[in-house]
């Protein structure tokens, strides 16, 4: 059974930091093997994707995050990580991970590529 669980969200002051997890379990394939992703979705907005770390570690982040957020990987773990620093009020949104088992991350444009979402965690950053 597949499954896929955020946590560490809550609600911060701007200027502030969040380490997000993602706990992953079931999947068909290594862990490593997946091209991970964390993704947002605002209020009104379409999902985006914000950062993604592919099967030998590579990362890739959205304009908006570069320089502020980091993510990371431990395949002992099963888990994907996300530290986000200096969070900005526009951070504000749910908060998911998804896997695509093309590892690489060449897919990271196409949000509907990717597969085991998650719940959720919600990230809130008051002025």
């Known amino acids: 059974q597949v499954q896929t669980v955020e946590s560490g969200g809550a609600s911060v002051q701007a200027g502030g930091s969040l380490r997000l997890s993602c706990a992953a379990s079931g999947y068909p394939h290594y862990y490593s093997s997946y091209c991970m992703g964390w993704f947002r979705q605002a209020p009104g907005k379409e999902r985006e994707g914000v950062a993604f770390?592919?099967?030998?570690?590579?990362?890739k982040y959205a304009e908006a995050v570069k320089g502020r957020f980091t993510i990371s990987r431990d395949n002992a773990k099963n888990t994907l990580y996300l530290q986000m620093n200096s969070l900005k009020p526009e951070d504000t949104a749910m908060y998911y991970c998804?896997?695509?088992?093309?590892?690489?991350?060449?897919?990271?444009?196409?949000?509907?590529?990717?597969?085991?979402w998650g719940q959720g965690t919600q990230v809130t950053v008051s002025s």
């Open positions: 998804a896997a695509d088992d093309v590892g690489g991350c060449d897919r990271s444009d196409y949000v509907e590529l990717f597969v085991y």
């Open positions: 770390i592919d099967d030998d570690g590579r990362t």
